[in-house]
């Protein structure tokens, strides 16, 4: 089967198709024919070799597909059901993927509008229950336009709290349109997020990583405990505010819990470009550039 895969670090010209042999499950796993996968910041930082340095490496932590082959132990789904999930071996941008935790795709969905929704799902809900996002926080949320920022701000909404997003100019509509109160950030955020909630904010989430966890705990009355970044680790170990990695427990459940929302039209995460398989380098270029909206999704069926 063929799956994307780089064998020394670089720019996207590293990556390749290569014909690797087929994967199996083992005990409590399935494997999917993998029709979409979804593309994330992490994949480009582990080609230019910012994460792992072991070599060489396949890509891809999630998938869409169809379930073609069940490990010892599996229960409670079938071959040929509509599946989504987590690849813990990071090789889902495949062919062929094994699947650690999934869930079945809403039938609402395409492939590749379920390709888009693990990472982004799990990531924002871990999130928001490590900070105890509920019914009457004011939330502000610090790049709320991207796949990871946009579903925070529709879970969120949907746990009762007032949100608040940043986000660039030509965002801020999308912004409002989630259920947030959009502020561009950049300078003079403090005092913009300010005539929102003039007393601060209970919580603040940052998915943008730019630099402003000063401004966050200041705004959320000075606590850095009432703060989580994803993307600044450095700056959390500085400031204090806790770092969200899925090593620390992830939100699996998401994936099952997910569905009633998308049925009932309470969330969706746009697909903002799809690439064949064939084409992952420029699905790495378009996500190096920062300013998507919605998920970059790889198509392998």
Do not use: C
Not at 54 to 60: A, C, F, I, S
């Amino acid at each position: 089967m063929q799956a994307v895969r780089f064998s020394r670090f670089g720019g996207p010209e590293v990556l390749e198709l290569a014909d690797l042999p087929e994967p199996h499950p083992g005990p409590g796993e399935i494997r999917i024919a993998v029709h979409a996968a979804g593309v994330n910041a992490s994949d480009w930082k582990k080609r230019e070799g910012l994460m792992d340095q072991e070599l060489p490496q396949t890509l891809g932590y999630e998938a869409a597909g169809v379930a073609d082959e069940l490990g010892p132990g599996v229960a409670g789904v079938a071959l040929g059901d509509r599946v989504y999930g987590f690849s813990t071996a990071g090789a889902a941008q495949a062919e062929l993927a094994v699947l650690s935790h999934w869930a079945p795709i809403p039938p609402s969905l395409s492939f590749p509008e379920a390709a888009a929704l693990p990472a982004a799902v799990e990531t924002a809900w871990r999130a928001l229950d490590q900070l105890g996002v509920a019914r009457g926080s004011t939330l502000l949320i610090s790049g709320a336009s991207g796949s990871v920022g946009s579903a925070a701000v529709q879970l969120a909404v949907a746990r009762g709290a007032r949100v608040i997003g940043t986000a660039g100019a030509d965002n801020q509509h999308y912004v409002r349109s989630l259920g947030a109160f959009s502020v561009p950030y950049g300078d003079g955020l403090t005092q913009r997020v300010r005539a929102l909630a003039p007393d601060g904010v209970d919580l603040a989430l940052d998915v943008a990583g730019s630099g402003v966890l000063p401004e966050l705990i200041a705004l959320a009355g000075g606590d850095p405990d009432r703060v989580v970044t994803i993307a600044d680790f450095a700056g959390a170990q500085q400031h204090g505010v806790r770092f969200s990695r899925g090593d620390t427990g992830r939100a699996l459940h998401a994936l099952a819990e997910i569905g009633p929302l998308i049925d009932a039209g309470r969330f969706a995460l746009p697909v903002a470009q799809t690439f064949p398989l064939a084409d992952v380098a420029e699905a790495h270029r378009v996500s190096e550039h920062g300013r998507v909206r919605g998920k970059l999704v790889l198509l392998a069926h």
